[in-house]
């Protein structure tokens, strides 16, 4: 049977100014629904998995349309509900060249999903036949009732045997002052329930308090992951590592922590379409690995292929086959798909 | 030299689905800024008057899209300010036939406009050389803060000898429970600085607890308008009748009250474009009436076709000269101008 | 619990070219998925019912486009098979005014669904739990094939004990020479077999070779109905009685016919935004008149109803809650609904 | 073997602001190829005929969009030469309801066909085959060269025995002053020369001098139209009266002046698409029905409702076949056409 | 005079989803009518050689959209006729990056030009005063038909002196199983009366059973064309070498055998806006090359540098003159042409 | 208080094809409002500086959109006026990879800008507070009108002691046979009251017929813009060196003469978004460094970043900050701005 993935995770509305433009010289925007929940289930469906979102949209035309595009991806939506007023939007102008992509958040407090207490859904039932739980460390950021949301249902997930990958992904500007200290307690608590960690070597710095007099990203990571892994006892900690050449070509390379060792892929040199949402196609790789049985380098070739591959998709959300990754793991180069 | 009209009032984003789609349809949305304000002090700029806005919008790429929006239409913008984060939005999802249009609205608790104290302006300044100023009921129905704010900057162009033009606007859903009790005071103390006033006959029943027995609109606005424009010494209050058809047909009849008499319009047929903003249309058709010296029954012919020819145009921001209105009060029927 | 109701039907490929354009003008089209199975089971899932969906999309990015669009609509999508390589498509030109609108259909016979055998779905199995099933005439029209498939699948559903809702919709376009001939054995097997049928007057004389001598269709449809109920044991028979005034502008009426009465609603005037599967929304209305256990009056209004708010709707596939409907039946005139 | 039916005529650039907007409020614009010449030649074409025009555009990319957006219409552009560098252009910004619609012309007393000398065209050659000439009297509005242009075609044409059709369409604003003195002459050399007339009592008075005291547009044409034919040995004059009730609704009613009777069709109520180019339909009817022998009244009905019919199709050129009128004469209204 | 090209192929609608989207993203596709005959044809005509395509299209509106297209591109359709009901189709989702480009077909068996029995066409007529006729292998591998109206067309052909020009084309997905068996008595008997074939390594080892040791494409190349070439005695057998650095990148290289020697481009870096039909413009560039007598080295740059142009073309039909050909043999890097 | 830039510059309409199509194969186009003038003062009201446009456009609705795209950027529009018919327009089809960019001018000397005589502005008044006067050497290759209008608002502006700055910008084919000759009177009447020239190898050969043996761009400038300066008494000689590899992407340095040394900026690569315009944003850059007193190496650097950075924005107008464009300077590799 197939194995069940569940993200617990906002839905929001991407408002994307179409041809590069910038939103004060354009009338119309390109709207979808996305967040790191809905990216990392909605590829997983595509790979073949059961998947299912636990989340909360406001009870008006923009939370049926939510619903009805979850749907859309094969996504289970039995544990959205509706509830209250408003739905987390960003306007998205998208970069060119040496321009930098511009995301401006609204309205993301006050959301649905921020403000619905976790009592308000069936999280046990929810949790039925799930194997893996996917959260995301952004919502930790957001007031103390995401805070407790999160901590309930990894306890609840847990308690049902399910698999818990956490995804750092620590937003300073969303933190504000001090962001660190108040931030560490809660990122100890869910990394000591945490299966798979999607960190990078600052997300180590800033919620834990770590240090590294190391220089290069891939000694700093060697150092902090082992002493991360060790304290937690995580099994498998993975993450990107991304150089920057301009808004339409980067380069990416994984990297994966496990058993005491740190596994890389090569170095791929990325065309941009769509950056947003790529390092979710990435945490897509590490599940699918690990349930899988991939030995560790080639789930985190696979891995950084599933990022690579992201990135010529039009959206947040990763849509191709595991057989796609494969071929730009083999690096075949072909010409039209008839 | 040009009279001069400011409006102090929020800016909208109005989102809205093409082709009269759902939003759950669709995935284009067409957005524009817009507001009571804006249409107002727009339309007024295109008969030819000086216009300025005196508003708050984000500090973002938001804010300054809505800016160069409020500009384009020939709005002065030295006044709007740059605060916060949010700009308040509505989606738009058109109506036809017997399907009534649909508005959502998201986030406007949180706008920038509805977070700003009044002394973050500079009022004294905004309030130089203007002859009217238009403010508008939905402001009241927000916050403390607002209903403040509406009240300093009536005391200080009051001060200044600037002509307040009032829209009651009065929206039983804003107010909540005991709506009509809560918003009382504030529409009195309103009322009483108001020389024009934009009132209904559900207005004056809902914010002054007036009463009528009489059945046809007719007969109630004929008695309750009296008595408003008497208590609070008013020299003008007008409004329109709608008769709704569907919601590519309606059928409008102005009336406007001055010196003890009330007068109509005509019950004009009404094809719709777009319905909304189309009141704001009158209002400027009634500025416009007093400020060139209409006598009131051509003012209340003229302030309707104004609406009439607002219901044409796309978008809530009405654009045409007085021209084009006059010509819609003689019943002109152009083939095609060239 | 909620009622199920399957369809088992084509999906089929809309491709519509915009702007009341011609094909020969355009250069875009818009595209949807439909078919009156999914049209029925799209709008009953709206009403809050349990929907499936039992056909069979061709196994390329088509189909998947396919599944994804009919789960958007909240339909279950579990017993869509992917099987073979063509899915029927038809070219619309929207008409206007007193020009009609014009489809052209390509590839129907070729059709994943018109060349899957019923042995390759697992029938028994969806048909667990459903209440009620939904066929269509036109598969009758195709070929041997599906003519076999429709008897076999209503032969399992009434083994299970579903209720069988058929309509007609006898194309003699499809049916070619002697065509009626051809088709009356198997209209008579579905009918015998049928719960609820949509029937015209037209559908009776080509499919049964009834005949009437009456010359407005009320009075055709009074004499030949009772014939079809009795001869055949039909729980309802209902259908529309549809006036063209012009390509925007129709009048609706309504028909059922129950234990030997027939009900007519009012006439309503209809403004026409997309003409195209608003008989499957009046279907709709009868079938939730059936589970929700209307009186036949208040069923036949509430499925006219229902049939005229879907000429508001873009696309074949209505989307309202029961609650719009009523709203019509009411006749409330509704500005804009914030 | 088929008729041939030749257009002297300018090819125009319509630039449309889509959806209602005005020029002012949108980003983007929908440009067609067309001109009275076009729109003839485009629908004669369709109706089955053998069709050429003779035009200019310039030598340049606009030149070849137009020359291959003539041929698309299935018109010859073999006598379509490339010469100077301006096509002329018109901004369109369809009116609604009671708004007009606005063209605002740019660039027409430059534009290539404008400023070509008729010695540039291989004349001779382009009337061989030849039965009827289209020739509109805007050409006479513009210029010597193109007054001379037009005079020296026609003489050509005669000459090859060629039946000349003639459109007045007498603007008076592109005359100016004094500018009915001005035409009266070049009115007058054409319509001794032409067999076919498109004329409306305004032309009449304008052009030639002629008075009436009748009141109504049909007494006028009546005494009118015999005075023209009479004196100009004019085989028919046709025309239409149309009645405004506002953008997007019209009444129709066409005249036929044929051995001293006229003949009127019914007066049809339209809905209006796209307004432009439909008296062209108009004229194709006639020589249609002029070249198929039909008789005055069935010529005056037909050529009515291919003009009704255009009004439904969207840009400057009707598409569609006599088929499709046959049926409005019909008034056959008809559901869908599949 | 000016020399005619005649091709027999097949029409095809492009059916193509915008901005880089997956047909399952997406609502709108953007359509274009091509095949291999229309894209050569279509750029010879913009060469300023004659050009006409025998063809059939289905009896609708797609048939008469697809007519319509093809004399747009200068192209003359006597010899299209209109017969049976479906055109080929293809969809096409652009690649981007390391995503290739996905080409879906529908309904190929059953278009109108696979369907229909080349006496149907006037052949005869229709090679008069044709100086080349191009033909494609691809309509080998449909059916018998069309096998046998292949075979037909080129006998009547050289009988009256045109020359072929067959591009070899050979798709082992459309021969299916033991294809090349099947395949090779065509392709030997066209190649005898061939005069220009266009023809890769692989095309001889399919279609003729031909082998070779060697590793390189060219010396494959050098080996084989040799073989074919004398075996039937081709004039001149051309092609390019594509290495695919991915979807938005590759590089060609030409080559062209002739008089026993093989002659090739230079490698041109190619940046990709649309690769589909480039191929169609090298065989252009030889064709024009031989009719106006480049020697053999300047006609490969020619061809191959047409191929190149060919990519910065959206659609399948390249349209560009010859001198912006010879800007890219010259390398002239042009900033912006005024 | 704010320094204040005007422009006395024309307005163009900007027709842009829409996705790298040719204008023969598409139907829409885009457009904007531009030119020289507005694109300076533009980018410099984005920059913080006070901006006026002195232009005239036409009295109709274009007119209208001109005046409200210039006030959407935040450029004072007190000082264009209305007059005459029309507006200088051009068309665009975006080059791709080796497939340059098109632009195709009409209508350019009968626009409104171009038919005015200085004499109708308020010149006097339009200089009051003004810092600095832009202009641009195409308006010297028009007519005689143009020029005279150039050489008087520049002595009216140097009267009230206003700093000029002259772009150059000589156009060969503008200024035709023997045009260097008929230039030079006119341009160094210019040059002797300018203060900031913008100045390439080209134009100082052009249009100052001075010559030079040397063969580098930079040896060229270094010896002829010393000449310039010393004759001329200039301040600063600017401009750019571009290298083309491609449609999308080219290497800009950017040089800048002052007090007898030559400065060099870095060369950078550039990705191409939209190539028009992105030398006004160098001028900006330029006029930016002198009035905030950067040093010359600065200043050349900042400049050529303003230029790059240009190269991203859609349309000819860039919009950024002047934060922006130090992030360029510094080559910080920015991934997502939140």
């Not at 629904?33 to 073949?48: A, E, K, P």
């Not at 289970?76 to 958040?105: A, C």
């Not at 600052?202 to 007099?213: E, F, G, H, M, S």
């Amino acid at each position: 049977m197939n194995k069940h993935i569940a993200a617990y995770g906002e839905i929001m509305m991407r408002l994307e100014v179409p041809d590069n433009l910038l939103l004060r010289q354009a009338e119309n925007l390109k709207y979808s629904f996305t967040g790191t929940g809905v990216n990392v289930t909605g590829l997983l469906s595509q790979f073949g998995y059961e998947t299912s979102l636990i989340s909360a949209v406001p009870e008006n035309s923009i939370g049926t349309a939510a619903i009805g595009a979850i749907r859309r991806l094969g996504i289970h939506s039995d544990f959205i509900i509706k509830n209250n007023d408003n739905l987390g939007m960003y306007f998205l102008e998208q970069g060119f060249g040496s321009r930098p992509s511009n995301v401006t958040y609204t309205n993301r407090q006050q959301s649905s999903f921020n403000t619905t207490d976790i009592s308000e859904y069936d999280i046990v039932q929810s949790m039925k036949g799930v194997d893996v739980l996917h959260i995301c460390g952004i919502s930790l950021a957001m007031n103390n009732l995401t805070q407790n949301n999160i901590l309930t249902i990894v306890k609840v997930a847990k308690e049902q045997g399910v698999k818990i990958v956490f995804d750092c992904n620590y937003r300073p500007s969303l933190w504000g002052e001090n962001g660190n200290q108040r931030a560490k307690p809660y990122y100890e608590t869910i990394l000591r329930e945490a299966d798979i960690v999607i960190m990078s070597e600052k997300d180590a710095i800033n919620t834990l308090n770590l240090t590294t007099t190391k220089e290069s990203k891939e000694e700093q990571l060697e150092e902090l992951l082992l002493v991360v892994a060790e304290k937690f006892s995580i099994d498998i900690i993975a993450g990107t590592i991304r150089t920057i050449q301009g808004s339409n070509q980067n380069k990416i390379k994984g990297y994966l922590f496990k058993n005491g060792t740190i596994y890389y892929s090569e170095a791929f040199e990325v065309n941009i379409l769509d950056r947003i949402g790529t390092g979710d196609a990435y945490t897509c790789g590490v599940i699918h690995g690990e349930l899988s049985n991939m030995a560790p380098q080639e789930m985190v070739t696979f891995s950084t292929a599933s990022c690579v591959l992201a990135h010529t998709i039009s959206g947040d959300t990763a849509l191709f086959d595991t057989d796609d990754i494969i071929k730009i793991v083999n690096e075949e180069k072909i010409d039209i798909e008839r």
